[in-house]
């Protein structure tokens, strides 16, 4: 099971392009890497999945080079409204997939006027 | 059209009382799941069903039971309550035939035990 490590806190500002880098050094063979996004009084969302190079949708883009130890999530010009924690995670519990996210502390993520 | 709703949304009962918490999803999905958040906002999985059975039991006091009766419902009941306990407690699901790593949670419930 992969540990993930990412930044406490960033602070943005409106427009701006953030990027969230997450190590996941000892990420498994069929590992995935999931983004989360939590924002205060909800349940985590998820964002955006990944296995290597690049991939986009509608909110954000994560990349993830070729030896996966690491992956950055990109959100275009934020705003106000993506203030939230963001998670990064390295895959569940490896081969038994049974579901088990482990989650990290996060990145809060706070964006500024 | 909410997908996993829980209720109550807010809970809050004196220590030694027994409560419960309901999940519901409406998307069909096989497998549901109770996390545990709490005041430092670490987020940790609790339980996992798959089709009404037990998956995961992540070392949880057995005052926490859940019930599955079917597969649309997961409920959280918790014995003799402690001041421990008080945390978001959120709900999840994930679909059959992908990575379950795609979880949908539902909107919380924060227990507040005095």
């Known amino acids: 099971l992969a540990k993930t490590t990412q930044p406490i806190s960033m602070d943005s500002y409106e427009g701006q392009e953030v990027n969230i880098t997450c190590s996941h050094n000892?990420?498994?063979?069929?590992?995935?890497i999931t983004w989360y996004q939590q924002f205060p009084s909800q349940g985590p969302r998820f964002i955006i999945q990944?296995?290597?190079t690049k991939v986009t949708n509608e909110v954000a883009s994560l990349f993830i080079p070729a030896d996966r130890k690491s992956s950055t999530l990109s959100l275009p010009r934020v705003s106000l409204s993506d203030t939230a924690v963001y998670y990064c995670?390295?895959?569940?519990?490896?081969?038994?997939?049974?579901?088990?996210?482990?989650f990290g502390q996060g990145t809060t993520l706070q964006v500024k006027p | 059209d909410t997908a996993v709703s829980q209720t109550p949304k807010y809970l809050v009962t004196q220590m030694g009382n027994d409560k419960s918490i309901k999940c519901e999803q409406n998307?069909?999905?096989?497998?549901m799941y109770w996390y545990k958040q709490d005041s430092k906002k670490f987020l940790k999985i609790m339980f996992s069903?798959?089709?009404?059975?037990?998956?995961i039991n992540e070392t949880v006091p057995n005052r926490f039971s859940p019930k599955s009766p079917d597969k649309a419902h997961l409920n959280l009941h918790i014995n003799s309550l402690e001041l421990g306990d008080s945390a978001v407690y959120f709900c999840?699901?994930?679909?059959?035939?992908?990575?379950?790593?795609?979880?949908?949670f539902g909107p919380g419930t924060r227990l507040t035990v005095l």
């Open positions: 998307l069909g999905h096989d497998t």
């Open positions: 999840a699901s994930s679909p059959p035939g992908t990575s379950t790593d795609t979880q949908y």
């Open positions: 000892n990420i498994a063979t069929n590992d995935y």
């Open positions: 069903y798959n089709n009404k059975e037990l998956i």
């Open positions: 990944g296995y290597k």
């Open positions: 995670l390295g895959g569940t519990d490896g081969s038994s997939n049974t579901g088990k996210l482990i």
